[in-house]
């Protein structure tokens, strides 16, 4: 558990805080550099990169944060309700932009949409399932695309205050370039989305069918059970 946590904390909330700093650099160096002080002979270089190690994590842990808040308040605001209609297909185009490339949002247009209610079911079945697999402890491949995919979830948000910057501080370039990686993090987090819940389906299927095999055989050989109980 705790080599799994060290694991996860690295890929996922370390790399998002260190490239948010990476990201964000190329347009705050002149106001960092007018904060540092001209002499560089007294200043506290190591105790500073000392500090930034864990600053970093604990920004990856805000961005994770913010992340999810932002999902969660939108997807709330633009979920289609109701009946079939042109406001309802506008709000589903921004809704699949928002969480096409979550769990929910696969699930919702993937499969159960447009029946909200089923939609719900399928995604508390999903997790079902995962709790089911791990119980095996067969979610260790899974867990490392729900890692990449949470790793590509918080990178869009790192991306999208950064361009945010950007655009109020008009430059154009670097907003362009941060939009360029915005599209690209979304497409990778539905790529990894989408492997993560089919190897959960796989994995289910699998772990179900021999499960079920094993009852059969048990049931239909009692002598065969008696024979290795040793009796």
């Not at 960092?32 to 500073?48: A, D, G, S």
């Not at 989408?194 to 796989?202: A, H, K, P, R, T």
Request: with cysteine.
């Amino acid at each position: 558990m705790e080599s799994k946590f060290t694991i996860r904390d690295i890929l996922v909330y370390f790399l998002t805080g260190l490239t948010f700093v990476i990201l964000l650099l190329p347009i705050t160096w002149d106001d960092i550099n007018f904060i540092l002080p001209k002499e560089e002979k007294n200043f506290p270089y190591t105790t500073l990169t000392i500090l930034v190690i864990p600053a970093i994590y604990v920004l990856g842990h805000i961005i994770d944060s913010t992340d999810t808040l932002r999902v969660v308040v939108l997807a709330n605001a633009l979920k289609p309700r109701g009946k079939p209609s042109r406001i309802n297909k506008i709000r589903s185009f921004f809704y699949f932009l928002l969480v096409g490339d979550r769990i929910t949002g696969y699930i919702y247009f993937k499969g159960a949409q447009p029946l909200e209610n089923d939609a719900s079911y399928e995604f508390k079945l999903y997790w079902k399932k995962v709790n089911y697999i791990q119980a095996f402890d067969k979610y260790r491949y899974s867990e490392y695309l729900e890692s990449l995919k949470d790793l590509f979830n918080s990178l869009q948000s790192a991306v999208l205050i950064c361009l945010i910057y950007g655009l109020i501080n008009s430059e154009w370039t670097a907003s362009l370039i941060y939009l360029i990686l915005l599209v690209l993090f979304w497409k990778k987090s539905e790529y990894y989305t989408g492997s993560l819940v089919n190897s959960v389906e796989n994995t289910y299927e699998i772990l179900k069918s021999t499960t079920t095999i094993n009852q059969d055989v048990s049931h239909q050989h009692p002598a065969a059970n008696n024979a290795i109980d040793g009796k």
